[in-house]
């Protein structure tokens, strides 16, 4: 399996306290992978760093089969080379609708000359239709997202993902505040998309890591404490004493 | 979703039907054609308010719809007033010149007839000499390609350096007011080539047109003002009500957002910036022609900041609120401050209201501001029905048992 994302040896400081120290990481393409880690472990930093955000004081991060650096590009660029990111609190556009958060993140050209005259093709809408359907929002597709619940903005971020067809899906805490029946929905989404595509999980809940089946990866205080099987790492002495001891 | 344009954006059509009979009664009330009942004077007072609404539309657009809080957007009104300005001042002159020198023996050279226009027009500022900015203003063509290309360009400039560097909010909207007070600093020097705080003057007569009565060239001025306004909201209803209003209206509610889905956010702002400025530029080319003389006192940083005042009084984000707050305010604004509204005298004090409107005025922006932040355009919620949800204490999930509103937000 060729390696989708590259990150090695990768530091950032925030006025001198290391968030992310030495944290190497790799994922392969259609993998699905879990992140697990304390509060304040460093997880959602490394997304940060993976999608232009925060840019690390030393390490390098590289995609694809070329192994472009994504340290020279900006968000923007990043995500048009292939990287999707779902944000810890749902972030939709409230003011619009399902219908038009779906249209804007669907994958086409993003000058702004070509969305100026850009008119939606009959495949467009089908497209729209079918990733509401998959999200359980057909019936909402008009509504403003404003008026979703928290769930279904949850899921509607997800939908926005899809459509953007990406090569890798960064997924930050996508089950909190979420029912158990929510939750088994988006776990079968995650599985569903990660067929296709790399997918990164970050997740506290131990059950909900459990359903995804996949390789778990660790971190504590901005570095990989233990990375394999999940019960491979809850067995890891490391791992009971800093997170699951607690 | 087939609908047309029109049919998807029904206040468009009722926009427009609204402009054409209120071009038509005034027309019909004129001197010029009609019974009389407006004077001239009002007719320009009201074809410039069109050139306002104009403007105020560009406003909208940028901060209303892309959430841009541009202080500085009547610099490239003025600019736009300049640019015609120039050809108006330059052509007349040339007509006065030539026929005062048709009678002398020797005819003059093409030279001394420059030479001439030069000192009729820089006399004031003890000048003679063109600065190279008036190199086209004899031709009207490249002078009106000036209205677009000189405020387009800066605002491209300024908008480029602005954005690249991701300065936004506050900090933009001082650097925009800084902006426009450079430019009427500049401006006021008499050897800025414009004539300093003189500025141009006699715009009102067009070359060539001395025996057209004012009358109805300020109906022409007005139709104008009037078809620039209507092709102005087509234009900004067509590009907010797409995709690409989509994405502005992204860049305004969440702009890292919009750059996490691929989008470049700075591209957009610049575009909209751009094509605001040249809007801008656009009614102020018809405005100063109608008011007579522009002066860098109109580039003043309060201008702006009141254009920002208009639209947030009609409502923001809605194309027809910042038509109806600019006409509304700036009639009433003539009104006060022309004297024509009665004082008050209350017994100890008389409230004059040419002293006493910007009070009122900034009064009425902090409670519209504070108590209803749609503004006036907001009124029309009310006949529509379009009210915001309230899902306080409500099931955060599509299931019943997910957390509440409340607990999620610990
Ligand atoms: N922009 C920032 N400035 C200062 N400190 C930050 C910043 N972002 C994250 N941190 C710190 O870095 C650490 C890791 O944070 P984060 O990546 O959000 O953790 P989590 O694993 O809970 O997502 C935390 O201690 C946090 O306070
Ligand atoms: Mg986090």
Request: glycine fraction near 10%; include cysteine; hydrophobic fraction near 50%.
């Given at each position: 399996?060729?390696?989708?994302?590259?990150?090695?040896?990768?530091?950032?400081s925030?006025?001198?306290?290391?968030?992310?120290?030495?944290?190497?990481?790799?994922?392969?393409?259609?993998?699905?992978?879990?992140?697990?880690?304390?509060?304040?472990?460093?997880?959602?930093?490394?997304?940060?760093?993976?999608?232009?955000k925060?840019?690390?004081?030393?390490g390098?991060?590289?995609w694809?089969?070329?192994s472009?650096s994504?340290?020279k590009?900006?968000e923007s660029?990043?995500?048009?080379?292939?990287?999707?990111?779902?944000f810890?609190r749902?972030?939709v556009f409230?003011?619009?609708?399902?219908?038009?958060?779906?249209a804007m993140?669907?994958?086409?050209?993003?000058?702004?000359?070509?969305v100026?005259?850009?008119?939606?093709?009959?495949e467009d809408?089908a497209?729209?239709e079918?990733?509401?359907?998959?999200?359980?929002?057909?019936?909402?597709?008009?509504?403003?997202?404003?008026?979703?619940s928290?769930?279904?903005?949850q899921?509607l971020?997800?939908?926005?993902?899809?459509?953007?067809?990406?090569?890798?899906?960064l997924v930050?805490?996508?089950?909190?505040g979420?029912?158990?029946?929510?939750?088994e929905?988006?776990?079968?989404?995650?599985?569903?998309?990660?067929?296709?595509?790399a997918?990164v999980v970050?997740?506290?809940?131990?059950?909900?890591?459990?359903?995804?089946?996949?390789?778990?990866?660790v971190?504590?205080?901005?570095?990989?404490?233990?990375?394999?099987?999940?019960d491979?790492?809850?067995?890891?002495?490391?791992?009971?004493?800093?997170?699951?001891?607690? | 979703m087939?609908r047309?344009?029109?049919a998807?954006?029904?206040?468009?059509?009722?926009?427009?039907a609204v402009?054409?009979l209120?071009?038509?009664?005034?027309?019909?009330?004129?001197?010029?054609?009609?019974?009389?009942?407006?004077?001239?004077?009002?007719?320009?007072?009201?074809?410039?308010t069109l050139?306002?609404?104009?403007v105020?539309?560009?406003?909208?657009?940028?901060?209303?719809?892309?959430?841009?809080?541009?202080?500085?957007?009547?610099a490239?009104?003025?600019l736009?007033?300049?640019?015609?300005g120039?050809?108006?001042?330059?052509?007349?002159?040339?007509?006065?010149?030539?026929?005062?020198?048709?009678?002398a023996?020797?005819?003059?050279?093409?030279?001394e007839i420059?030479?001439a226009i030069?000192?009729?027009?820089?006399?004031?500022?003890?000048?003679?000499d063109?600065?190279?900015?008036?190199?086209?203003a004899?031709?009207?063509?490249?002078q009106?390609?000036?209205v677009?290309l000189?405020?387009?360009?800066?605002?491209?400039?300024?908008?480029?350096?602005?954005?690249r560097?991701?300065?936004t909010?506050?900090?933009?909207?001082?650097?925009t007011?800084a902006?426009t007070?450079?430019?009427?600093?500049?401006?006021?020097?008499?050897d800025?080539?414009?004539?300093?705080?003189n500025?141009l003057?006699g715009?009102?007569n067009?070359?060539g047109?001395?025996a057209?009565?004012?009358a109805d060239?300020?109906?022409?001025?007005?139709?104008a003002?009037a078809?620039?306004?209507?092709?102005?909201y087509?234009?900004?209803?067509?590009?907010?009500?797409?995709k690409?209003?989509?994405?502005?209206r992204?860049?305004?509610?969440d702009?890292?957002?919009?750059?996490?889905?691929?989008?470049s956010v700075?591209?957009?702002k610049?575009?909209?910036?751009?094509l605001?400025?040249?809007?801008?530029?656009?009614?102020?080319?018809?405005?100063?022609p109608q008011?007579?003389?522009?002066?860098?006192?109109?580039?003043?940083?309060?201008a702006?900041?009141?254009?920002?005042?208009w639209?947030?009084i009609?409502?923001r984000?809605?194309?027809?609120?910042a038509?109806?707050?600019a006409?509304?305010?700036?009639?009433l604004?003539?009104w006060?401050?022309?004297?024509?509204a009665?004082s008050?005298?209350?017994?100890?004090?008389?409230?004059?209201?040419?002293?006493?409107?910007?009070?009122l005025?900034?009064?009425s922006?902090?409670?519209?501001?504070l108590?209803?932040?749609?503004?006036?355009?907001?009124?029309v919620?009310i006949?529509?029905?379009?009210i915001?949800?309230?899902r306080?204490g409500?099931?955060?999930?599509?299931?019943?048992?997910?957390l509440?509103e409340?607990?999620?937000?610990?």
């Amino acid at each position: 399996m060729s390696t989708l994302l590259e990150v090695s040896g990768v530091s950032v400081s925030f006025d001198g306290f290391k968030a992310i120290n030495n944290l190497s990481f790799s994922i392969g393409n259609s993998e699905l992978r879990a992140i697990i880690g304390p509060n304040g472990a460093g997880k959602t930093t490394f997304m940060d760093i993976v999608t232009g955000k925060t840019r690390p004081d030393e390490g390098s991060v590289r995609w694809g089969e070329l192994s472009h650096s994504l340290l020279k590009m900006n968000e923007s660029q990043i995500a048009r080379a292939g990287i999707g990111r779902k944000f810890q609190r749902p972030t939709v556009f409230e003011d619009q609708s399902v219908y038009d958060n779906l249209a804007m993140a669907l994958k086409k050209d993003r000058a702004p000359w070509s969305v100026l005259f850009f008119r939606p093709y009959p495949e467009d809408k089908a497209r729209i239709e079918g990733l509401a359907e998959e999200i359980g929002l057909s019936e909402q597709l008009h509504r403003k997202s404003g008026e979703l619940s928290h769930g279904q903005k949850q899921w509607l971020e997800i939908g926005m993902l899809l459509a953007q067809e990406p090569r890798l899906l960064l997924v930050d805490e996508p089950a909190a505040g979420m029912t158990l029946a929510e939750r088994e929905h988006t776990t079968d989404l995650l599985k569903e998309a990660a067929k296709t595509r790399a997918v990164v999980v970050v997740e506290h809940d131990m059950e909900f890591v459990r359903r995804l089946e996949c390789k778990v990866t660790v971190l504590h205080e901005g570095s990989v404490l233990a990375e394999g099987s999940l019960d491979h790492v809850t067995k890891n002495q490391d791992v009971i004493d800093v997170y699951l001891g607690r | 979703m087939n609908r047309s344009f029109f049919a998807r954006n029904p206040s468009v059509l009722v926009f427009i039907a609204v402009l054409a009979l209120f071009t038509l009664a005034v027309t019909v009330t004129s001197e010029a054609v009609g019974s009389g009942a407006l004077s001239t004077s009002f007719i320009k007072t009201l074809g410039k308010t069109l050139c306002l609404c104009l403007v105020a539309i560009a406003m909208d657009l940028i901060w209303g719809f892309a959430g841009i809080l541009s202080l500085g957007h009547m610099a490239f009104f003025g600019l736009g007033g300049y640019m015609i300005g120039m050809w108006l001042m330059y052509a007349r002159t040339e007509m006065i010149v030539t026929a005062s020198m048709a009678n002398a023996e020797i005819p003059p050279t093409d030279q001394e007839i420059v030479d001439a226009i030069g000192t009729q027009i820089f006399g004031v500022v003890g000048s003679s000499d063109f600065p190279p900015i008036w190199a086209f203003a004899d031709s009207l063509t490249l002078q009106l390609a000036m209205v677009v290309l000189v405020p387009g360009l800066l605002a491209l400039v300024f908008g480029w350096l602005a954005f690249r560097s991701r300065v936004t909010g506050v900090y933009l909207s001082i650097l925009t007011q800084a902006m426009t007070l450079a430019l009427a600093l500049y401006l006021f020097q008499n050897d800025s080539g414009l004539r300093g705080n003189n500025g141009l003057s006699g715009l009102q007569n067009l070359p060539g047109a001395d025996a057209i009565p004012q009358a109805d060239i300020s109906l022409w001025f007005f139709w104008a003002s009037a078809l620039a306004l209507a092709l102005g909201y087509l234009l900004a209803a067509w590009i907010t009500s797409g995709k690409f209003g989509s994405v502005i209206r992204g860049i305004r509610d969440d702009e890292a957002r919009v750059r996490f889905l691929g989008y470049s956010v700075e591209g957009y702002k610049l575009f909209v910036f751009t094509l605001t400025a040249v809007i801008a530029a656009i009614a102020g080319a018809l405005y100063y022609p109608q008011a007579g003389i522009i002066n860098p006192a109109e580039i003043a940083p309060i201008a702006s900041i009141y254009l920002a005042v208009w639209v947030a009084i009609g409502g923001r984000g809605r194309l027809y609120g910042a038509v109806i707050g600019a006409a509304f305010v700036s009639l009433l604004s003539t009104w006060f401050t022309s004297g024509q509204a009665p004082s008050i005298p209350l017994g100890f004090y008389t409230i004059d209201w040419v002293d006493w409107w910007q009070v009122l005025l900034g009064i009425s922006f902090v409670l519209v501001t504070l108590f209803a932040p749609k503004g006036i355009g907001g009124l029309v919620d009310i006949f529509t029905g379009r009210i915001p949800p309230k899902r306080h204490g409500a099931d955060l999930g599509p299931d019943s048992g997910s957390l509440q509103e409340q607990e999620a937000e610990q």
